[in-house]
């Protein structure tokens, strides 16, 4: 089993920043692609950036590409999703997910989740 939480979520102004963090216990997260998904209000749960196990490839979204950067630190059992340049349509409940790496497409599905963090952005 992997316990996931995030943190960092907030309320910000349109072009400010905000760091996500995932912080994972129960199992080392060096196993496991992980993605970060966000769910707006009164929408669907959409995929926003996914990293592979080792670092080594990341995926993003149309809407994120160039504004929102995905890292992890195996040794902190930790990812991020630094989003700069923040919209008003970035407003959304942020989740962070893990999945096994064998035959693993990064929209999914994932294996664990964690509860989200919200994140509001002001015009």
């Known amino acids: 089993q992997v316990q996931l939480v995030e943190s960092g979520g907030g309320l910000v102004q349109a072009g400010d920043s905000l760091r996500l963090s995932c912080a994972a216990s129960?199992?080392?997260?060096?196993?496991?692609?992980m993605g970060w998904f966000r769910q707006p209000p009164g929408k669907e749960r959409e995929a926003v950036a996914a990293?592979?196990?080792?670092?080594?490839?990341?995926y993003y979204s149309d809407s994120v590409r160039g504004r929102f950067t995905i890292s992890r630190d195996n040794a902190k059992n930790t990812v991020y999703l630094q989003m700069n340049s923040l919209k008003p349509e970035d407003t959304a409940v942020y989740y962070c997910?893990?999945?096994?790496?064998?035959?693993?497409?990064?929209?999914?599905?994932?294996?664990?989740w964690g509860q989200g963090t919200q994140v509001t952005v002001s015009s």
């Open positions: 997910a893990a999945a096994a790496p064998s035959g693993w497409y990064w929209k999914g599905p994932y294996d664990y």
């Open positions: 990293i592979s196990w080792s670092g080594g490839i990341t």
């Open positions: 129960g199992r080392t997260l060096s196993s496991y692609a």
